[in-house]
């Protein structure tokens, strides 16, 4: 089955321009960024800060365009200051934001982790959503498919799931249907465009 999950349709939803492609585009699919009151550039992952936001593609090459061309200062008319790897921070930002969902649908009761109890939702078709660890083993994560109609999540370190469930390392678990699922694939799908490239992860094989 197709592992690349996408999000839902936010066609209706509000766009933004992105200061790096200069596209414009579905916000869901964007990062805002604020200035602060000592002209420092911040993400605003929740997009919850007052004020004028700055919005830039969730994508790693769009965002170390804005970095190094100086489009932060341009797009803010006054200067600013960008932090020292601001692309990783907002890396980490959002991979803790994905963390933080999946702990919350466990809380809730909708997700479970490990081999057995991943194996025995998809089989009851209860899992909507499969999540593996990119640094897991390849064999041992092939013998699990996305649900039919699913969504694939394979860009969280094993270290990274397994605190979403209280634990060292996770490599298999899954999301069910409601709750917090939708909100789970939306937010993974904007750290995949600073996470994977080429099919695969990249960076960060162990966390």
């Known amino acids: 089955m197709g592992r690349a999950g996408q999000p839902k349709d936010h066609s209706n939803g509000p766009e933004r321009k992105c200061i790096a492609t200069g596209e414009v585009r579905p916000q869901h699919g ?7 009151p000592d002209g420092q550039i911040a993400p605003d992952i929740a997009e919850k800060v007052p004020g004028r936001g700055i919005w830039v593609s969730s994508d790693r090459s769009a965002l170390e365009k804005a970095v190094n061309k100086g ?5 803010a008319r006054q200067p600013v200051t960008v932090p ?3 692309v990783g ?3 980490d930002q959002l991979a803790a934001r994905v963390v933080n969902l999946i702990s919350l649908a466990r809380k809730g009761g909708g997700a479970v982790s490990g081999y057995e109890k991943v194996k025995d939702w998809l089989s009851k078709e209860q ?3 499969l999540i593996q660890a990119s640094d897991g083993s390849e064999r041992g994560k092939s013998k699990l498919s996305t649900p039919h109609h699913g969504t694939f999540i394979g860009w969280l370190t094993a270290g990274e799931l ?3 469930f209280g634990r060292q390392t996770t490599i298999h678990a899954a999301l069910g249907a409601g709750g917090l699922s939708q909100r789970v694939v939306d937010e993974a799908a904007r750290l995949k465009g600073l996470r994977v490239f080429n099919g695969g992860p990249t960076r960060r094989k162990g966390s």
Not at 71 to 75: E, G, K, P, Q, V
């Open 30 to 36: 964007l990062i805002r960024f604020v200035i602060g």
């Open 71 to 75: 489009l932060f200062a341009r797009a």
């Open 84 to 86: 020292d790897n601001l």
């Open 89 to 91: 921070f907002v890396e």
């Open 127 to 129: 899992a909507t959503v």
């Open 162 to 164: 397994g605190r979403a």
